[in-house]
């Protein structure tokens, strides 16, 4: 069975985005592709992904602007028709609504809080609550602009689960399992804190990219994951 789990395929270039996008489709649902691989190859990218694999995909954009630039933004990337689409939550209501309206059947995905920021660098940038309460406040303010999934910590899950109604997808990156590096990651937690936490969907990346077989790799992980929610 296939696990709850997005790999990113932040690859240093296509032809190896796609070798990493066919050894990971027998174990994982979802296929995730940043603006490294976006920007770099285009939206033939997604095409040539798809023809390898039969997992959703994931669009990680993080779009971030005025709503009439998400919008045009949205428009260029619905022939691609992917499961989930990311914006920042913290572009404020009318641009999540914008985004949630342009693609109707698109999951529109609210980015809380960067895993890779902790409670210093939320301070310099101007957020006087702790990355637990800024997540939460942004999570609400997404849902109530239409956002149907929303980014956010293994430390914040639970909390926002409890403020969210049940069908919103909660997705956590940061996810690495015990004894891995933490690489550029603050917020980091093992598949089995983000599944009890109330996570739906585990963004693993590196843990199984960086991997001499990537196929393996995939599987081990795979297997914990599907074990846990069994």
């Known amino acids: 069975m296939k696990a709850p789990i997005a790999v990113a395929l932040d690859a240093p270039d296509l032809a190896t985005a796609k070798n990493w996008a066919v050894a990971v489709s027998p174990y994982v649902t979802t296929l995730k592709i940043g603006l490294e691989t976006?920007?770099?190859?285009?939206?033939?990218?997604?095409?040539?992904?798809?023809?390898?694999?039969?997992?959703?995909?994931?669009?990680?954009?993080?779009?971030?602007?005025?709503?009439?630039?998400?919008?045009?933004?949205?428009?260029?990337?619905?022939?691609?028709?992917?499961?989930?689409?990311?914006?920042?939550?913290?572009?404020?209501?009318?641009?999540?609504?914008?985004?949630?309206?342009?693609?109707?059947?698109?999951?529109?995905?609210?980015?809380?809080?960067?895993?890779?920021?902790?409670?210093?660098?939320l301070q310099e940038i101007g957020f006087s609550s702790s990355p637990s309460q800024s997540s939460i406040k942004l999570a609400q303010l997404a849902v109530a602009a239409g956002a149907r999934a929303i980014v956010c910590s293994a430390q914040e899950v639970s909390e926002i689960r409890r403020n969210v109604a049940d069908d919103i997808v909660l997705i956590t990156p940061g996810i690495r399992p015990a004894g891995k590096n933490r690489d550029d990651q603050q917020r980091i937690a093992t598949p089995q804190e983000a599944i009890s936490n109330g996570a739906d969907l585990l963004v693993i990346g590196r843990p199984i990219t960086s991997e001499i077989d990537v196929s393996a790799a995939a599987k081990v992980i795979s297997d914990e994951v599907n074990d846990i929610y069994l």
């Open 38 to 121: 976006y920007l770099r190859d285009g939206k033939e990218s997604i095409h040539e992904i798809r023809k390898l694999s039969d997992c959703d995909i994931f669009l990680d954009l993080k779009l971030h602007d005025i709503p009439a630039t998400v919008i045009g933004a949205c428009k260029s990337v619905a022939e691609l028709a992917p499961k989930y689409l990311t914006v920042h939550a913290s572009g404020g209501k009318d641009m999540i609504s914008a985004a949630v309206q342009t693609l109707p059947n698109t999951l529109i995905v609210a980015v809380t809080i960067l895993t890779s920021i902790d409670d210093r660098n």
